[in-house]
């Protein structure tokens, strides 16, 4: 069957039509598969980072544990040494009464006197020559005043505070 040259012009066009959104759509699926393209790889950094980041995370948990162990040990090492202090100053108090830690001290001290009674009263004890006389605290001289509150607890703490600003002055303290 033969078409008129009209006819045949129209199915040109028609066919030109269906070319230029053929060729529009092939473009537009080009372009979508780079862009998927793009996005696949986006999805693999990413999954990459995100591993990165949880060994990242599993090495920080780690490490907290060590140093959350570590710190419990030391303070339980804290905790043991202010006891050993506590225990050493409950001793010190302990021992300021007349009993020594030492069983044998007053054995010893008895015998020290007995060998001082046998040396006689006159018996000439060297002294040794005090060398260096720089040592500042040899020459500080000063009273502390009495005190007289027996059994007043407010008059102790004023005459301590007193006796402390005395030692204090001369920047001696004891401990």
């Given at each position: 069957m033969q078409h008129s040259p009209r006819t045949k012009g129209i199915?040109?066009?028609?066919?030109?039509?269906?070319r230029l959104q053929v060729d529009a759509l092939a473009e537009d699926?080009?372009?979508?598969?780079e862009h998927l393209?793009?996005?696949?790889t986006t999805q693999l950094e990413t999954g990459v980072t995100l591993r990165d980041m949880q060994a990242a995370h599993a090495t920080t948990n780690t490490n907290l544990a060590t140093i959350m162990t570590r710190l419990e040990e030391l303070s339980q090492q804290l905790a043991n040494v202010h006891h050993s202090e506590l225990d050493e100053q409950a001793e010190i108090d302990y021992s300021g009464d007349n009993e020594?830690?030492?069983p044998n001290y007053n054995n010893d001290l008895d015998h020290r006197r007995r060998?001082?009674?046998?040396?006689?009263?006159?018996?000439?004890?060297?002294?040794h020559a005090v060398h260096n006389q720089d040592d500042s605290f040899a020459k500080i001289k000063f009273t502390i005043?009495?005190?007289?509150?027996?059994?007043?607890?407010?008059?102790?703490?004023?005459?301590?505070?007193?006796v402390d600003k005395k030692f204090a002055c001369h920047a001696f303290f004891c401990t």
């Open positions: 199915i040109q066009h028609f066919e030109r039509q269906v699926v080009q372009v979508s598969n393209g793009q996005l696949e020594h830690p030492n060998h001082a009674n046998r040396q006689g009263m006159h018996h000439y004890h060297h002294r005043p009495p005190f007289n509150g027996k059994y007043d607890p407010d008059a102790y703490l004023g005459w301590e505070l007193v």
